[in-house]
């Protein structure tokens, strides 16, 4: 079974400023989909960016972009230019392509606070 | 523009309750997801519909739990004799059925069991 680890359960950032979110995963599979979640105080999950595995070049969003070193199954989030609105619940998660399991696979989450 | 909705917001039961729980997805979107959050923890998968068929359901739906999609479309989760362990956020999402797309969540129903 595929498990997702961030080790960071708090992070924070200064606003303007750049900070990066840490994930690693655990996984026997060579395709597959790794997404990264925000969750807000609202705590309705908005999806931030999305990386297919069989991609060399890291996905990026506006301010946010991944690093995705898939030997080393790691797979960061980096936001720049840090706004208030970024502060929230993130999670990364996994989600097969080639197996009979559908589902994502949440880690446990990073609560990022955006300081003034 | 409608996202998933659900239905209600926020429930609370007295232990040994039924409780029964509504989702509605994006409208075509034939794959519909049920998942459990617990405070500080990410979401735990629950069980997952493709159309009208439960495809795959976790061990964490004990047999307490039932979940249903009729014709296709909305999804109902019914949780009998409830438990304070049942305390949670119920999250439901939704997603096209090609591989690695995004799903897309509801703003889930927080459950009170006293």
């Known amino acids: 079974a595929q498990t997702v680890t961030q080790s960071q359960p708090e992070m924070s950032v200064q606003e303007a400023e750049t900070v990066t979110l840490s994930c690693t995963y655990d996984?026997?599979?060579?395709?597959?989909?790794l997404f990264w979640y925000k969750q807000p105080p609202s705590r309705q999950m908005i999806l931030v960016i999305r990386?297919?595995?069989?991609?060399?070049q890291n996905a990026t969003e506006n301010r946010f972009s991944v690093n995705f070193q898939k030997a080393a199954k790691s797979f960061s989030l980096k936001i720049s230019d840090s706004q208030l609105g970024d502060a929230a619940m993130y999670f990364c998660a996994y989600f097969s392509s080639s197996g009979s399991a559908r589902q994502l696979t949440f880690g446990s989450g990073t609560q990022l606070t955006v300081l003034p | 523009d409608t996202g998933v909705s659900q239905n209600p917001r926020h429930k609370i039961t007295k232990r040994g309750q039924n409780v029964t729980f509504r989702c509605d997805p994006i409208?075509?979107?034939?794959?519909l997801y049920w998942y459990r959050q617990t405070l500080g923890q990410g979401p735990e998968f629950l069980t997952y519909f493709q159309n009208e068929a439960q495809l795959e359901k976790s061990r964490l739906l004990s047999d307490r739990f039932s979940a249903e999609r009729p014709k296709g479309s909305f999804s109902t989760l019914e949780i009998q004799r409830t438990e304070q362990g049942d305390s949670a956020m119920y999250l439901c999402?939704?997603?096209?059925?090609?591989?690695?797309?995004?799903?897309?969540f509801g703003p889930g129903t927080r459950l009170t069991v006293t």
């Open positions: 996984t026997s599979e060579s395709d597959y989909y």
């Open positions: 990386q297919e595995a069989y991609k060399q």
């Open positions: 999402a939704s997603s096209l059925s090609s591989a690695g797309r995004e799903q897309y």
């Open positions: 409208s075509e979107h034939n794959r």
